[in-house]
């Protein structure tokens, strides 16, 4: 599941998640894109687990109502034009 689905579904509402491919908005440094690979009410059960894995490069965060879910960027028509330049 993706982090702006996770966010959408509510499930993960009062959990850590730990995300992989994880990018961040540059202004406000909140997720905005992210693979969900695990989640827990307990950040010692999580981390656990993510080590005992091996994916000690994971993003983990806490999921509650305020994070920002930022939209697939959308080229336009000038952006397009540059790039054909």
């Known amino acids: 599941m993706?982090?702006?689905?996770?966010l959408r579904s509510g499930r993960f509402r009062g959990f850590w998640v730990a995300l992989d491919n994880c990018?961040?908005?540059?202004?406000?440094?909140?997720?905005?894109?992210?693979?969900?690979?695990?989640?827990?009410?307990?950040?010692?059960?999580?981390?656990a687990r993510m080590q005992e894995k091996g994916r000690t490069s994971c993003s983990i965060l806490f999921c509650d109502e305020d994070v920002l879910v930022q939209s697939p960027a959308v080229r336009t028509d000038a952006a397009e034009r540059h790039v054909e330049s």
Do not use: H, I, Y
Not at 29 to 44: M, R
């Open 2 to 6: 993706s982090w702006p689905e996770a």
């Open 23 to 47: 990018r961040f908005d540059k202004t406000t440094l909140q997720p905005v894109e992210g693979d969900v690979v695990d989640a827990d009410e307990d950040l010692t059960e999580l981390c």
